[in-house]
């Protein structure tokens, strides 16, 4: 396997204008000619599939809900980066492209952060003109806050709802698409396998989730926008439905997956508050514009909080991070709220929570301001644990959220498979080894909006790749293949039901590969997962048939993916013998318990290589220059 970046040559700044200067087009007309497979529609998959069919590829798009407005992109609360500098309180394009490489902790391709960050302002541009609600101050201009890791405000945000804007805006160009008959939409299917014929992705097989008929798609080349995989933890803030199957199946027929170790885990979320919890539910990040964090001084401290004293309060960010306080990045923050737990010192009931507290805010701004800037993030807490966040600090606690690992893509987000392209959440890029908020909205509708129309263009225009019949024979033997696993699944008929493998898989997966990690713990758990994996197959049990709607089924399917997957991202895990960004390893880091990087050993991208069932992966590394910035020792303080 060949890892190839393809960065173009030339200054930082320049690159992308060079590329799209030096790029082969494919000219209006011979547009239609070409047939482009998206996969999702979240926001990536939607603003690519409406941004390709606007530009005339015949398109076909494909999500497993029953609308392509409900994609797990509607969740998302606090807001979208760009270096608009509307603040005028020093922010760049040059600043936005350091703090995300900075945040990521030096483990990620310099061309591609500065060209998100560049697009950047593209972004806000077109949701403007699509009509996203942003929030906007009295004179009309469109308002900015702050987020984790950045000094400056440059989060665009539609109150706590910012991502079922960005969707809707996404949905309504898709909708306009599909109502010129330029989007094939296809609803409730679920793509099961990739169809790779002459080295290139040629197609896809899907399932129709209402009736089970197993189809065949061809197209001339294929997106994968099918978002991430914090699921492998089971309780996670992601949607119920979010899964890896995709990705991993491409991962099966070819495509490499990068940094699948690097999985983010937020710093506020509603703690767990029972074992038969099936998600967690994140507070926005841009609380923490607002809030301040803190735990009692003496451990085990049960008073109710407005009991306790200013001064037996430690609001640990603000003490140890003074520069970012409550604003330290998400890998720091997690981290400090666990440190403090595990002393003895955490709030509720479990002593794995820490205070939220707004008191402050309101005396400062008034109950209304607050009410304005975080309304319905407070509602939903105050629904979901029956407190008013108004008179009581929130109790929150990290959790899995975001992951910064996919498949492995270069500068045009081409995989290792020809034709086959990765948008989103579901590719690797930009983020390394930590996310900053609010930059997964951006990167994903740079990718749809802004960078796949330009690089899918040059492939077509270059390679000019035959359209695969259905009836070739890569097609029959894939479309047995996935008829066969489904088979095998209703097989088993056993007696324990999906989710109990996936709750022990998750189990296992946050005690010794969640927020820290250790080398004991990385091989018990690469001895257990083939344990629980051998389990499912002999014990799962999933009624019904296959050809129905069977909702039991696509978790299976699902599932037995994540079995697989989980012992990947171990084996990375294990493999990076260096702590970075959201990659903690407990066996590396300094004196005041801060993640120790290996620069001169680890400063590469891994790309996993599928060797076949039972077989360990084949690593291979891309190595990451920094030829523009300084590799620093990240510090917030
Ligand atoms: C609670 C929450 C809040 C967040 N808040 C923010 C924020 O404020 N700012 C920020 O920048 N980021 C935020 N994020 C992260 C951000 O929302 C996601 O990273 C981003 O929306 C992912 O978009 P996507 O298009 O890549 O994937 P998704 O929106 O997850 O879309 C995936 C699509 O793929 C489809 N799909 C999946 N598998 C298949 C399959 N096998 N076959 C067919 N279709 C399939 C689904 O149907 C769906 O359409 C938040 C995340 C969460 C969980």
Redesign the pocket.
């Known amino acids: 396997m060949q890892l190839n970046a393809r960065v173009p040559e030339g200054p930082l700044q320049d690159k992308w204008d060079n590329y799209r200067e030096n790029m082969k087009l494919v000219s209006p007309a011979n547009r239609r000619k070409f047939k482009i497979i998206v996969?999702?529609?979240?926001?990536?998959?939607?603003s690519a599939a409406a941004s390709l069919a606007e530009l005339g590829y015949e398109t076909q798009c494909?999500?497993?809900?029953d609308s392509?407005r409900r994609?797990?992109?509607?969740?998302?609360?606090?807001?979208?980066?760009a270096a608009k500098n509307y603040q005028n309180d020093g922010d760049s394009i040059w600043r936005l492209f350091y703090d995300t490489i900075k945040g990521g902790d030096f483990r990620s391709r310099e061309s591609n952060v500065y060209r998100l960050a560049q697009v950047s302002n593209n972004i806000i541009d077109q949701c403007v003109a699509q009509g996203v609600p942003f929030a906007r101050e009295y004179g009309g201009t469109l308002a900015n806050r702050s987020f984790g890791g950045a000094q400056v405000s440059r989060t665009f945000y539609a109150r706590g709802q910012?991502?079922q804007q960005l969707l809707l805006g996404a949905y309504s160009a898709l909708s306009r698409q599909i109502g010129l008959g330029a989007v094939d939409m296809r609803t409730r299917?679920?793509?099961?396998d990739l169809v790779v014929a002459d080295g290139r992705a040629c197609g896809i097989i899907?399932r129709n989730l209402i009736n089970g008929a197993i189809e065949r798609h061809n197209a001339h080349a294929v997106i994968i926008?099918?978002?991430?995989y914090?699921n492998v933890f089971y309780l996670s803030?992601?949607?119920k439905?979010?899964?890896v199957?995709?990705a991993y199946r491409a991962y099966k027929r070819g495509a490499a997956f990068a940094n699948p170790c690097y999985t983010q885990i937020h710093p506020t979320c509603i703690p767990v508050h029972s074992e038969r919890q099936a998600k967690l539910t994140?507070m926005?990040?841009?609380l923490r514009n607002d809030g301040r964090i803190w735990v009692p001084k003496k451990k085990g401290d049960k008073r109710p909080p407005n009991k306790i004293p200013e001064d037996e309060r430690d609001y640990f960010l603000e003490r140890k991070y003074p520069s970012y306080g409550n604003l330290a990045p998400r890998d720091i923050s997690s981290r400090s709220a666990k440190e403090v737990c595990d002393e003895g010192r955490g709030v509720g009931e479990s002593g794995y929570g820490v205070y939220l507290d707004f008191r402050d805010a309101i005396n400062r701004l008034g109950e209304d301001v607050i009410s304005e800037r975080y309304g319905n993030l407070f509602q939903m807490y105050e629904k979901i644990t029956d407190e008013n966040p108004y008179k009581v600090p929130m109790r929150i606690f990290p959790a899995p959220?975001?992951t910064m690992g996919g498949l492995w893509v270069d500068y045009d987000l081409m995989s290792t498979i020809p034709g086959l392209f990765v948008?989103?959440?579901?590719n690797f890029s930009d983020h390394g080894a930590n996310r900053l908020?609010?930059?997964?909205?951006?990167q994903?509708l740079a990718d749809g909006y802004f960078i796949l129309p330009n690089t899918i263009g040059n492939y077509l225009a270059s390679q000019k790749p035959a359209l695969v019949d259905v009836k070739h024979s890569e097609f029959e033997k894939c479309e047995k293949e996935v008829c066969e696993k489904i088979k095998r699944i209703l097989s088993v008929k056993g007696k324990r039901t999906t989710g109990v493998f996936h709750r022990t898989l998750g189990r296992l997966m946050w005690d010794y590969c969640g927020m820290s990690r250790n080398e004991a713990g990385l091989k018990k758990c690469l001895e257990e997962i083939p344990r629980i994996r051998e389990d499912f197959w002999k014990n799962v049990i999933v009624t019904g048939t296959g050809e129905h709607f069977n909702m039991m089924l696509e978790r299976a399917g699902r599932i037995a993916d994540f079995l697989e997957f989980a012992e990947l991202l171990c084996y990375d895990a294990l493999d990076r013998d260096e702590s970075c960004g959201a990659h903690f390893r407990e066996e590396h880091q300094t004196a005041e318990g801060e993640a120790k990087r290996n620069d001169a050993e680890y400063s590469y991208v891994s790309a996993w290589e599928y060797k076949g069932a039972g077989e360990k992966p084949v690593l291979h590394k891309e190595p990451l220059k920094f030829e523009f910035v300084h590799m620093a020792e990240r510090s917030y303080k």
Not at 189 to 192: S, V
Not at 225 to 228: E, I, L, S
Request: proline share 2%; aromatic share 4%; net charge negative.
């Open positions: 996969v999702g529609s979240g926001l990536a998959g939607a494909f999500c497993f809900q392509p994609a797990h992109s509607i969740a998302a609360q606090g807001g979208i980066n910012t991502g299917h679920e793509m099961l899907t926008a099918t978002g991430g914090s803030t992601n949607a439905g979010c899964n199957t995709a994140l926005s990040e841009s959220h975001y948008a989103g959440e579901a908020g609010a930059s997964a909205l951006m994903g």
